[in-house]
C-alpha cells in the first residue's frame, strides 16, 4: 500500500503508467481544479499554450475513463482520430468557428437593420405619394383658375375627366395606377392631359419605389436567414464554454 501510495504521488512515475500515449500528467487548474489527468504530450502541449481553453478542450475531446493502475483520469484520443491535428489545430479550429459565428450573428443584425429601415420607408410611401398627388392637383386647380374658370367648375370637369377615363372603380376607390394616367394624359389636352402627365410621373415614383423596398427587405430577410444558419451552426468546442 505504501508502495501505491508513492507512486500515486509521483508523476513521472504515473506518467509512465499512461495508456495509449499518454506519457505526459497534468494537473488541472481551470477544469475541476486539483485534478490528475493523463495525456498525451499533444493535449499537455495544448494545455500549456491555453490554459483554461486547452483544458476545456481536452476535457471534451479525451476518453475520460481511469487509469486502472493510477486511480486517475484519462485523456487518450480513440485511435481513429488524428490526435496531432485535434490537439495543434483544435483550438485554431474552435477561434475560427467561433470568429465565423460572431461574424454571421453580426451580419444577421445587419440585415435585420436594413428590413426595419426599409420597412420604415414602405410605411411612409403611400402617404407621400398621396400628398403629391395632392399637391399635382392644387397646382392643376390654380393654373385652371387662373385661365378664369370657377372652382366648383375645376372639380366638376376633373371629376368627369377621372370618371371616363376608369380612374374610379364601380366601387367608387380611384385606382391610380400609371398605366391609368397614362391613358388619361393621352385622352385629355390642355391642363388635364399635363395633370395626367404629373399624376403617371408620381405613380411611376411610388410604383418604383415600391418594387425596390420590397426587393431589399426579400433580399435582406433570406441573408438573414443564411447568416443565422450559420451563426447557429457547430465548431469544435461550441458547447463547452469555450
Do not use: C
Not at 95 to 100: E, I, L, M
Amino acid at each position: 500500500m505504501a508502495y501505491k501510495k508513492t507512486l500515486a504521488d509521483n508523476h513521472l512515475s504515473e506518467g509512465a503508467l499512461g495508456r495509449f500515449g499518454d506519457t505526459k500528467m497534468h494537473t488541472t487548474k481551470h477544469v475541476r481544479p486539483g485534478s490528475d489527468w493523463h495525456v498525451n504530450p499533444q493535449e499537455k502541449q495544448l494545455m500549456n499554450m491555453y490554459g483554461a481553453k486547452g483544458e476545456k478542450l481536452v476535457d471534451s475531446i479525451g476518453s475520460g475513463t481511469i487509469n486502472p493502475y493510477t486511480g486517475k483520469e484519462e485523456k487518450w484520443l480513440p485511435l481513429a482520430i488524428s490526435i496531432a491535428s485535434l490537439a495543434l489545430g483544435g483550438m485554431q479550429a474552435h477561434k475560427s468557428g467561433k470568429a465565423g459565428n460572431q461574424q454571421a450573428s453580426s451580419q444577421a443584425k445587419l440585415s435585420q437593420l436594413q428590413i426595419d429601415e426599409a420597412s420604415k420607408a414602405l410605411e411612409k410611401l403611400e402617404p407621400t405619394k398621396e400628398a403629391r398627388m395632392e399637391v399635382a392637383q392644387a397646382e392643376y386647380g390654380q393654373k385652371a383658375e387662373g385661365l378664369g374658370m370657377q372652382k366648383e367648375e375645376v372639380g366638376q370637369q376633373l371629376n368627369t375627366a377621372i370618371q371616363k377615363s376608369g380612374l374610379v372603380t364601380s366601387a367608387g376607390v380611384t385606382q391610380k395606377k400609371s398605366s391609368i394616367w397614362k391613358r388619361f394624359q393621352h385622352a385629355q389636352k390642355g391642363l388635364l392631359g399635363e395633370l395626367g402627365k404629373a399624376m403617371g410621373g408620381i405613380e411611376e415614383w411610388y410604383e418604383g419605389e415600391k418594387s425596390r423596398l420590397g426587393g431589399i427587405i426579400k433580399r435582406a430577410g433570406l441573408q438573414k436567414k443564411a447568416f443565422k444558419d450559420q451563426s447557429d451552426s457547430w465548431y469544435l468546442g461550441k458547447n463547452i464554454g469555450l
